[in-house]
């Protein structure tokens, strides 16, 4: 079974840096796309980023594109997200999520992603 474990969240003020990290419980992990997902209370969860299983490829929400960064590494099981000029807007409950298929190209739908963590919470504070 694998298990994905969030950490990192945390408040922090409009235009600070926080980093998020995912470790995996799976061998399997550096063949894995990896993504980062976020709901904000009362909203629908909403792709972040997508890193495929070698980082050649990634994907961006164009509400973060240029602030946030998506990166791994295959030897620790683990994947970042560097979250910077943070804003208000921000404010979510943040999923590390995997799906088991090796792609050239990162989905950015949830549906594609079978294993999910149990989030880890961001606030930014204006």
């Known amino acids: 079974q694998v298990q994905l474990v969030e950490s990192g969240g945390g408040l922090v003020q409009a235009g600070g840096s926080l980093r998020l990290s995912c470790t995996a419980s799976v061998r399997a992990f550096s063949t894995f796309t990896m993504g980062w997902f976020r709901q904000a209370p009362g909203k629908e969860r909403e792709f972040v980023a997508a890193?495929?299983?070698?980082?050649?490829?990634?994907n961006y929400a164009d509400s973060v594109k240029d602030r946030f960064t998506i990166s791994r590494d295959n030897a620790k099981n683990t994947v970042y997200l560097q979250m910077d000029s943070l804003k208000p807007e921000d404010t979510a409950d943040y999923y590390c999520?995997?799906?088991?298929?090796?792609?050239?190209?990162?989905?950015?739908?949830?549906?594609?992603?079978?294993?999910w963590g149990q989030g880890t919470q961001v606030t930014v504070s204006s």
């Open positions: 890193i495929t299983w070698n980082g050649g490829n990634r």
């Open positions: 999520a995997a799906d088991a298929r090796p792609r050239r190209v990162p989905s950015v739908a949830a549906y594609d992603y079978v294993y």
